[in-house]
């Protein structure tokens, strides 16, 4: 195998073990994110497998004597030295420089849209919690302790009543 095969079916198999598909699944909301995301690790699986099987093998060794027993010595030589001749392209990777600096991109707006993310899930939690409270007193609570809670309401209610505004 070649070193940079080598390199890429290394670098498949540590992709592999780092990648956190539990993590992730965990964070999807919608159907649709999660059937994507269940097309994504298959695919990635199936390049993975196809890394480790096709392309790590070394070719067996071909046995030159055995084919001498059966066939013209000098015949064989002749296909051992075009054997021997081929030479295999390296691969040379061209397409990576291209895309990690998108692909590396990508992964700090996926950073900074997580923390986004977080940030407005909690305030939504809080909010939650803030309206279920308001729920739970709402039928015992009065006038002054609902705008103890929202002083801009109040405010918005005297401007009203000192412009003389009935909302008519």
């Known amino acids: 195998m070649s070193g940079s095969s080598k390199k890429l079916v290394d670098a498949a ?42 392309f790590s093998q070394e070719p067996e060794p071909i046995d030159w004597e055995k084919y001498r027993k059966g066939i013209d010595s000098h015949l064989v030589d002749m296909y051992k030295e075009a054997y021997e001749s081929i030479e295999i392209p390296k691969f ?30 909690k305030r939504l939690e809080k909010e939650i919690a803030e309206v279920q409270e308001l729920k739970k ?26 412009n003389d505004y009935w909302g008519y």
Do not use: C
Request: hydrophobic share 35%.
């Open 92 to 121: 040379e990777d061209t397409v990576t420089p291209q895309y990690k600096p998108k692909f590396d991109a990508l992964l700090v707006e996926l950073k900074e849209a997580e923390e986004q993310s977080v940030k407005e899930s």
């Open 137 to 162: 007193k709402i039928s015992t609570m009065t006038a002054n302790e609902y705008f103890e809670k929202h002083p801009e309401l109040k405010k918005q209610f005297d401007d009203e009543i000192r």
């Open 13 to 54: 198999a540590k992709a592999s073990k780092t990648i956190d598909w539990d993590g992730m699944a965990k964070l999807l909301v919608t159907d649709e994110a999660k059937k994507e995301f269940v097309n994504l690790r298959r695919a990635f699986d199936e390049v993975n497998t196809t890394l480790q099987t096709k």
